[in-house]
């Protein structure tokens, strides 16, 4: 049935009422990488019918006591509604998963998905409309007033593979929305860290890994939960995950084991001072550095370099700089014939060259290869032009 103008505006003015006090928005993301801390909230404005209503026809309209598109006045459905509707679909979904399967189970199944999709579409926009600020807030005010972040991450593996696609949105999205200038997803995440183990065990579920990776690496960007993850053993895991065979599994976990030692500076400081030993000294050199693996070397001696060059890690460098085993490692892989793993060893074997007060045995070692090292550094150029590396060059 068709609707005139003044009819969709009554409708929209009544779901707002039912949602309580108005709150104060703060910047609504629209796509993934979102808005930072400083850009400006986006234009207060009144939701559109489509961004209300979500889908207007759904299948499971019918049975009573069962998620009802419509709210109980008869109009669009608020993003309140589609959020408290969604958890209600989550929990079926989680009971029935046991039953076999049957028309009433699809019919649920799709509406779930048709309903993370037009979460999805609320909190990013579409084609036709950007992202509506008081709907974005009001989406995530009821998606973390109860479990229903628990439930879509317990439930992921039940869903097709588009919705997996959808729900990691949904989840990346909703770290970075604020409501009253606060990330509520933080204060969540904080009371609920287990959800943490449930994600990274998802590193070992070949289908589940990429969706459950992505989740896990935007909920990191709160830093009470980094350091949950730091503190605990799942950060060793990464050291094996980074090697698994599957490529695109293993560079995933590359990309989070980074943002983990790279992101709060602070508490990475903390963490490698705490357990410099195994970490830097012993897993980070045996099962990264002389990895067989290519890649894995690569990607080891890149993030070794942005690690020791931060000034919040200056004591970790400086003890690493101080290791005879250390700068073994790092004149072999200034040998290696990847001109790329030669550039970044390059950036670490410096610092032992400045290191102002080398131990003996250092010197011993830099004096005794004098030679070998600078006739390797000066064949040692990369492909594009750079003033900063051979300035470096004629200082060592």
Same mark, same amino acid.
């Given at each position: 049935?068709?609707?005139?103008? *003044?009819?969709? %505006?009554?409708?929209?003015?009544?779901?707002?009422?039912? +949602?309580?006090?108005?709150?104060?928005?703060?910047?609504?993301?629209?796509?993934?990488?979102?808005?930072?801390?400083?850009?400006?909230?986006?234009?207060?404005?009144? #939701?559109?019918?489509?961004?209300?209503?979500?889908?207007?026809?759904?299948?499971?309209?019918?049975?009573?006591?069962?998620?009802?598109?419509?709210?109980?006045?008869?109009?669009?459905? =608020?993003?309140?509604?589609?959020?408290? /509707?969604?958890?209600?679909?989550?929990?079926?979904?989680?009971?029935? %998963?046991?039953?076999?399967?049957?028309?009433?189970?699809?019919?649920?199944?799709?509406?779930?998905?048709?309903?993370?999709?037009?979460?999805?579409?609320?909190?990013?926009?579409?084609? +036709? !409309? +950007?992202?509506?600020?008081?709907?974005?807030?009001?989406? =995530?005010?009821?998606? @973390?007033?109860?479990?229903?972040?628990?439930?879509?991450? =317990?439930?992921?593996?039940?869903?097709?593979?588009?919705?997996?696609?959808?729900?990691?949105?949904?989840?990346?999205?909703?770290?970075?929305?604020?409501?009253?200038? *606060?990330? %509520?997803?933080?204060?969540?995440?904080?009371?609920?860290?287990?959800?943490?183990?449930?994600?990274?065990?998802?590193?070992?579920?070949?289908?589940?890994?990429?969706?459950?990776?992505?989740? @896990?690496?935007?909920?990191?960007?709160?830093?009470?939960?980094?350091?949950?993850?730091?503190?605990?053993?799942?950060?060793?895991?990464? @050291?094996?995950?980074?090697?698994?065979?599957?490529?695109?599994?293993?560079?995933?976990?590359?990309?989070?084991?980074?943002?983990?030692?790279?992101?709060?500076?602070?508490?990475? !400081?903390?963490?490698?001072?705490?357990?410099?030993?195994?970490?830097?000294? #012993?897993?980070?050199?045996?099962?990264?550095?002389?990895?067989?693996?290519?890649?894995?070397?690569?990607?080891?001696?890149?993030?070794?370099?942005?690690?020791?060059? $931060?000034?919040?890690?200056?004591?970790?460098? =400086?003890?690493?700089?101080?290791?005879?085993?250390?700068?073994?490692?790092?004149?072999?892989?200034?040998?290696?014939?990847? *001109?790329?793993? /030669?550039?970044?060893?390059?950036?670490? @074997?410096?610092?032992?060259?400045?290191? /102002?007060?080398?131990?003996?045995?250092?010197?011993?070692?830099?004096?005794?290869?004098?030679?070998?090292?600078?006739?390797?550094?000066?064949?040692?150029?990369?492909?594009?032009? $750079?003033?900063?590396?051979?300035?470096?060059?004629?200082?060592?």
């Amino acid at each position: 049935m068709y609707v005139n103008l *003044k009819t969709s %505006i009554f409708h929209i003015e009544r779901a707002f009422k039912r +949602e309580g006090k108005r709150v104060k928005i703060g910047s609504c993301v629209s796509s993934r990488g979102g808005a930072g801390r400083g850009d400006a909230p986006a234009p207060s404005r009144r #939701l559109s019918s489509q961004h209300l209503s979500g889908s207007l026809t759904s299948s499971s309209a019918a049975a009573g006591g069962e998620p009802s598109d419509q709210s109980d006045l008869g109009g669009p459905r =608020t993003p309140s509604d589609l959020v408290r /509707q969604t958890r209600d679909l989550l929990l079926y979904a989680d009971r029935s %998963i046991s039953l076999p399967p049957d028309s009433k189970r699809d019919e649920k199944m799709a509406e779930l998905s048709r309903n993370i999709r037009d979460m999805k579409s609320i909190l990013y926009g579409n084609s +036709e !409309a +950007e992202p509506v600020a008081e709907a974005c807030a009001q989406l =995530t005010q009821e998606f @973390f007033r109860e479990d229903t972040l628990r439930l879509l991450i =317990t439930c992921l593996p039940n869903l097709n593979l588009e919705t997996r696609k959808d729900a990691t949105q949904v989840v990346a999205n909703l770290q970075r929305q604020q409501v009253n200038s *606060k990330l %509520i997803a933080s204060d969540y995440l904080e009371a609920n860290l287990d959800l943490m183990d449930i994600l990274i065990e998802g590193f070992e579920n070949t289908d589940m890994s990429l969706h459950y990776g992505a989740m @896990f690496r935007e909920c990191i960007r709160h830093q009470i939960v980094a350091k949950y993850v730091l503190e605990s053993e799942h950060v060793k895991k990464f @050291f094996d995950y980074i090697q698994l065979p599957n490529f695109d599994i293993a560079a995933d976990a590359a990309a989070t084991f980074k943002e983990l030692l790279t992101r709060h500076k602070s508490t990475v !400081a903390e963490f490698l001072t705490n357990n410099e030993d195994w970490v830097i000294f #012993l897993d980070y050199n045996s099962k990264l550095l002389e990895s067989s693996n290519y890649i894995t070397r690569r990607q080891a001696i890149k993030l070794l370099g942005d690690i020791l060059l $931060d000034r919040s890690n200056s004591a970790v460098m =400086t003890k690493y700089v101080s290791s005879r085993d250390n700068l073994r490692i790092l004149m072999n892989l200034l040998r290696e014939s990847s *001109k790329s793993i /030669q550039i970044e060893a390059f950036h670490v @074997f410096k610092l032992f060259v400045a290191n /102002q007060n080398k131990p003996a045995d250092i010197v011993n070692i830099l004096v005794a290869n004098r030679s070998k090292l600078l006739r390797l550094l000066a064949d040692l150029k990369p492909d594009k032009e $750079d003033e900063r590396f051979e300035a470096d060059k004629v200082r060592f």
